[in-house]
Nanobody, 132 residues
Framework: QVQLVESGGGLVQSGGSLRLSCTTS????????AVWSRQVTGKERVGASC????????YYSDSGKVRFTTSIDAAKNTVYLQRTGLKPEDTAIYSC?????????????????????????WGQGTQVTVAS
């Protein structure tokens, strides 16, 4: 199993934007599903987005779908998560991993990206801090 490497986090003012990157040199990301997650200090990791070129599927968790955009650049073997309209509550560590498919479910009335049991190891993550 291959651990991916994230980058692009940092300190940004409320309302700002960031583009996070996720890459590896060890496998072709466009042949897998790529899942982004976010984890707030002291809370569980939650799925944020999933994209796969295998069937042109893209899913977002309801909590961020109007402010998230995920994409794959196969030539650069990189998956991106574009975040806009950042708020202080978006402060978290964002990590990525490969999966076999993109999966989505409804929990407590909200759509949530749900990694499968085949999810690969999460990367170490990149910290996003949004100042008010």
């Amino acid at each position: 199993q291959v651990q991916l490497v994230e980058s692009g986090g940092g300190l940004v003012q409320s309302g700002g934007s960031l583009r996070l990157s996720c890459t590896t040199s060890k496998l072709p990301l466009d042949e897998y599903a790529a899942v982004w997650s976010r984890q707030v200090t002291g809370k569980e990791r939650v799925g944020a987005s999933c994209i796969t070129n295998r069937d042109d599927t893209t899913y977002y968790s309801d909590s961020g779908k109007v402010r998230f955009t995920t994409s794959i650049d196969a030539a650069k073997n990189t998956v991106y998560l574009q975040r806009t309209g950042l708020k202080p509550e978006d402060t978290a560590i964002y990590s990525c991993a490969t999966d076999i498919i993109c999966a989505w479910t409804v929990i407590a009335g909200r759509g949530v990206v749900l990694p499968t049991s085949e999810i690969g190891p999460w990367g170490q993550g990149t910290q996003v801090t949004v100042a008010s």
